[in-house]
């Protein structure tokens, strides 16, 4: 779990959305644009993972298998290659955060 995590940080901070780089001295500005690069970030694992059991992987002469990219980035591909337009980007955000969000839940949240 611990490793998910920090392949996530990874992704916003330097290999994906350069959150590093922008020096924002607003806090509420900055707690939106994180609010924004993580909803990115989710929909793209999201789209990536729809995707996944496509992904080309790489076998090493030890034995080990890994996917030639992430779900992230698989991710990004996919969302960047469909959704060209801003319109049908806004219709793929609303159909998969607000109408499909029961099926992300898991069955043990607690609804407050």
Not at 62 to 74: D, E, I, L, P, Q
Not at 75 to 82: A, R
Request: include cysteine; charged fraction near 30%.
């Amino acid at each position: 779990m611990r490793w998910s995590i920090e392949v996530c940080f990874k992704n916003m901070k330097t290999s994906g959305f350069q959150l590093e780089k922008i020096n924002l001295e607003c806090p509420e500005k900055a707690r939106l644009l994180i609010a924004i690069v993580v909803l990115a970030y989710t929909l793209s694992v999201m789209e990536g993972l729809k995707e996944y059991a496509k992904v080309k992987v790489k076998r090493y002469s030890n034995g080990s298998v890994y996917k030639v990219v992430s779900a992230f980035r698989k991710g990004i591909e996919e969302i960047t290659l469909k959704y060209d337009d801003f319109k049908k980007f806004c219709r793929y955000v609303f159909t998969e955060t607000f109408m499909k969000i029961s099926t992300y839940r898991s069955p043990d949240a607690i609804f407050v």
